[in-house]
């Protein structure tokens, strides 16, 4: 089993930077994935960026520029570093990994805001 837990949620200004932690705890095994996924109430959960345990990356075109992912091997957390943050980046934010036997484990989430 592995456990997820994401922070770093809250209010932030439009043209503000926000950091998105996810720790994964219990049986992490190499080689790995790790994503993040935001939601709209009322809407998809949608895929934001994903980083492999090697750290090769890729991310959706809206966030390009502007949200870069990491990982820190040792500890098994994922960031999600955000700039440039605008009102339509507020969402919940989720994270993922997923396993090298495609298992996929999610966190509760993380919510923040982007406002004036």
């Known amino acids: 089993q592995v456990q997820l837990v994401e922070s770093g949620g809250g209010l932030v200004h439009p043209g503000g930077p926000l950091r998105l932690p996810c720790a994964a705890s219990?049986?992490?095994?190499?080689?790995?994935?790790m994503a993040w996924y935001r939601q709209v109430p009322g809407e998809h959960r949608d895929f934001v960026a994903h980083?492999?345990?090697?750290?090769?990356?890729n991310d959706v075109d809206s966030v390009k520029g502007r949200f870069t992912i990491s990982i820190d091997k040792p500890t098994n957390t994922a960031y999600l570093q955000m700039n440039n943050l605008k009102p339509d980046d507020s969402a919940f934010y989720y994270c993922n990994l997923q396993t090298f036997d495609d298992v996929d484990y999610w966190g509760p989430g993380t919510q923040f805001t982007v406002s004036s």
């Open positions: 219990g049986s992490v095994v190499s080689p790995y994935g």
């Open positions: 980083i492999t345990s090697s750290g090769n990356t």
